[in-house]
């Protein structure tokens, strides 16, 4: 009998190490829905997914039905000529998956294969074409190809109608143009660094791309036309170089297209051009270099955004404004705007629409100042202005000192009395840029917000001193508007504090009669050396009637109980008001 107890004792506990084990066994990623595992899954390589397919029965229906197949990343790189053998193991794999997996749909597959690195390039390469064939039966939607180290490539002639979104990247491999007698849904077409085999790929997007949207050239060769027409496109980008002589875009639902034309290697030739025929195009970014033509931009009436980024060259910029004077925001650069003004123009260009410019240049030298002048007297209606400094290796030896406040008061620009926002960014040798927001500051009337963004630490107290305060000048700027006021600093120093209103202290303060400090509210003064800010914050705390916080931002200071005690020193003076002190460590 007791030996019976300790054969079902001994039983019981088998079942229950059996239990506990089951229960190891078990992981939560088997319980996901298949949804949740398949997001999870579709973030993972090819390599990752084929261990995690090897876990249990569950993980490998799933690793068989994930909608994104990734077969990029470093896979190939590892199989160069001495690794060969790993390349044969790697090809197997995917043959091997392609096969268990069948019909199951695909969303997504990814691909880069270098055929550098194999010695029977034409035996693979009919490997690779059955691998993407695979992916097409599962009526793949997202087909992504990189693919080097061929002559050619040419797709299979039958696409799914599944297929939704096209990328080929070939390294300048020959792209043979896909059947015409066979429809497409495509909405996505990107082909980068691409021999066209000839003009009848852009035939066959017109014939048979009848649902495409997005259409995307990078650095196609092989072809000197190029002549897109598509009734269904609605965005259109190119990278376009070397022997190409005429590009032809023509779409009635374009709304944005994205274009830079760089003729590197074609001698400049007046017969280059451009058209476009784009009714109801909202958005155009044109970039060009190195090249001569004569743009056609037809009638731009629904335009609302354009950047133009222009070589000199380019032909009858008088008549490229005028199709574009129907946008909103425009973004240009110096060459555009010199372009603009050259050959002594007198005729200001009509941009009565622009609301929003911004200006891209090396800095307001005296050789731009006045065709940015020019340019602004065209926009009456002009509410943000914004001018980004880009570096250039030809600035230092321009001049920028000639063009001061004076000479913008002649310029009598119409949209200043509405201008609301204004950004100036200034390079390491300002002048003009000073006396242009001077200018501004003073005449704005409805001005609400000046943006002064200082890169060079060595331009800092000058633009904050001779914006507020021009020496040899005994009149102070009228800003009745501003509200709130930011000033960076590296010190309160000697050169600095006149231009703001150890040397001036209290009484100082106390004679420049300070109109604003009995309605002042809220202040917050950074850490910097010596005593006037000691002196300037004491100087509020006992005459700012309606002051309600005064901060001190103590972040990354050294000897910061110094200057602890030191604000507790001065908090301790004859306040006038109620206010809270506030040391932030």
């Not at 470093?74 to 392609?98: D, F, I, P, V």
């Not at 374009?254 to 030739?269: A, K, M, P």
């Not at 010190?491 to 009995?518: I, R, Y």
Request: hydrophobic share 40%; charged share 25%; net charge positive.
């Amino acid at each position: 009998m007791g030996r019976k107890r300790k054969l079902l004792g001994a039983s019981a506990s088998c079942e229950a190490q059996g239990n506990c084990s089951e229960c190891v066994m078990s992981d939560r990623f088997s319980d996901l829905p298949d949804e949740v595992a398949h997001h999870i899954l579709s973030l993972l390589t090819f390599k990752d997914l084929t261990r995690v397919g090897a876990v249990s029965k569950r993980c490998r229906q799933l690793h068989l039905s994930v909608p994104v197949v990734d077969f990029r990343s470093h896979w190939h790189w590892l199989g160069r000529r001495e690794n060969y053998l790993h390349n044969l193991r790697l090809m197997s794999s995917m043959e091997r998956y392609l096969l268990c997996r069948g019909d199951n749909r695909m969303q997504r597959f990814c691909m880069d294969w270098n055929f550098f690195l194999t010695r029977r390039a034409t035996q693979d390469y009919f490997r690779v074409i059955t691998w993407i064939h695979n992916a097409l039966r599962c009526n793949v939607e997202e087909l992504d190809l990189c693919i080097s180290g061929v002559p050619s490539f040419s797709l299979p002639p039958f696409l799914p109608q599944s297929l939704r979104s096209l990328s080929v990247r070939l390294s300048m491999v020959i792209f043979k143009t896909p059947s015409l007698s066979i429809p497409s849904n495509l909405r996505y077409l990107k082909l980068v660094l691409v021999k066209i085999e000839d003009e009848r790929f852009f035939k066959w997007i017109t014939c048979c791309c009848k649902c495409i949207k997005q259409l995307e050239l990078v650095d196609i060769q092989g072809i000197r036309n190029i002549t897109i027409e598509s009734s269904s496109l609605e965005y259109f980008h190119g990278f376009i170089q070397n022997d190409i002589l005429h590009v032809n875009i023509s779409g009635e639902k374009l709304e944005g297209i994205d274009i830079c034309l760089w003729f590197r290697r074609y001698q400049e030739t007046s017969s280059n051009s451009l058209k476009i025929f784009a009714p109801n195009l909202k958005n155009l970014n044109w970039n060009s270099s190195n090249g001569r033509y004569s743009p056609n931009l037809g009638k731009l009436k629904s335009l609302e955004k354009v950047q133009l980024f222009l070589d000199p060259r380019v032909n009858e910029l008088d008549k490229v404004l005028c199709n574009i004077c129907s946008a909103k925001d425009l973004i240009i650069n110096e060459r555009t705007i010199k372009a603009i003004f050259k050959d002594g123009s007198t005729a200001v260009p009509i941009l009565d629409n622009i609301c929003n410019l911004t200006v891209h240049f090396t800095g307001l030298n005296d050789d731009l100042a006045p065709a940015v002048a020019f340019l602004l007297k065209g926009m009456p209606n002009l509410n943000f202005l914004s001018m980004k400094t880009t570096s250039s290796l030809s600035r230092d030896a321009q001049t920028s000192a000639c063009f001061g406040i004076e000479y913008w008061k002649l310029q009598n620009l119409a949209f200043l009395h509405q201008l609301k926002e204004v950004t100036i960014e200034y390079p390491d040798n300002v002048s003009n840029e000073l006396e242009f927001a001077r200018y501004i500051l003073e005449h704005a009337q409805n001005l609400k917000k000046m943006v002064n963004l200082l890169n060079f630490e060595d331009t800092q107290f000058k633009v904050v001193a001779r914006m507020a305060f021009k020496e040899g000048s005994m009149a102070a700027p009228r800003l009745d508007n501003i509200c709130k006021l930011k000033a960076w600093t590296r010190n309160l120093n000697e050169d600095l504090v006149p231009a703001l209103a150890s040397g001036f202290g209290t009484e100082f303060w106390k004679m420049q009669n300070l109109a604003f400090v009995h309605q002042l509210e809220e202040v917050t003064i950074g850490h910097c050396e010596g005593s006037n800010r000691t002196d300037f914050a004491r100087y509020i705390l006992e005459h700012a009637q309606n002051l309600k916080k005064m901060v001190f931002p103590l972040t990354g200071v050294r000897y910061q109980s110094k200057a602890e005690a030191e604000i507790v020193r001065m908090s301790r003076s004859k306040m006038i008001s109620a206010s809270t002190v506030i040391i932030r460590k």
